[in-house]
């Protein structure tokens, strides 16, 4: 990419299947480390697409397991 060309912001989809992690930080309120931890050791799906360095979770898993979680 061309020095001084604007990076495209990033847009919240909440229907989406994948969310980044930085999504899903900001969405649900789990610290970003919690959540790479997570993925990394498999207590949550996670997805790296080739040639993609970032990590996105898939959204129903996260969801699914944010309601095991759940207190009262």
């Known amino acids: 990419m061309p020095?001084?060309?604007p990076v495209r912001a990033p847009t919240s989809r909440p229907n989406?299947?994948?969310?980044?992690?930085?999504?899903?930080e900001a969405e649900y309120g789990l610290p970003y480390a919690q959540l790479l931890d997570l993925a990394k050791r498999g207590e949550v799906a996670?997805?790296?697409p080739p040639n993609v360095r970032r990590i996105f979770l898939v959204r129903a898993d996260l969801e699914r397991k944010l309601e095991t979680w759940s207190v009262a």
């Open 3 to 5: 020095r001084g060309t």
């Open 16 to 24: 989406a299947r994948l969310v980044s992690l930085k999504h899903a």
């Open 46 to 48: 996670a997805v790296r």
